[in-house]
């Protein structure tokens, strides 16, 4: 089915990887939210740049591009 999260980046589907922490997240959760949180902050950082117009178009783009080949 190909569902690795880079099987995932590569099909459009995931916008980012966020690496786990050595030996898996349950190992350290916190460097896990940590990086969660800078993921999730730079994310918003560029929408915010967006108006609702080019969100919208971007988003309409993006999934109408998903599994395409």
Same mark, same amino acid.
């Given at each position: 089915?190909?569902?690795?999260? @880079? %099987? +995932?980046?590569?099909?459009? !589907? !995931? %916008?980012?990887? *966020?690496? &786990?922490?050595? =030996? =898996?997240?349950? /190992? %350290?959760?916190?460097?896990?939210?940590?990086?969660?949180?800078?993921?999730? &902050?730079?994310?918003?950082?560029? +929408?915010?740049?967006?108006?609702?117009?080019?969100?919208?178009?971007q @988003?309409? @783009?993006?999934? @109408? /591009?998903i599994g /395409? *080949?």
């Amino acid at each position: 089915m190909k569902l690795t999260a @880079r %099987d +995932l980046k590569a099909a459009g !589907v !995931v %916008d980012e990887i *966020i690496p &786990e922490p050595l =030996g =898996g997240a349950q /190992e %350290d959760p916190g460097k896990l939210y940590a990086c969660m949180e800078m993921a999730i &902050e730079k994310s918003l950082a560029e +929408l915010t740049l967006m108006s609702p117009e080019e969100l919208k178009n971007q @988003r309409i @783009r993006k999934f @109408r /591009e998903i599994g /395409e *080949i």
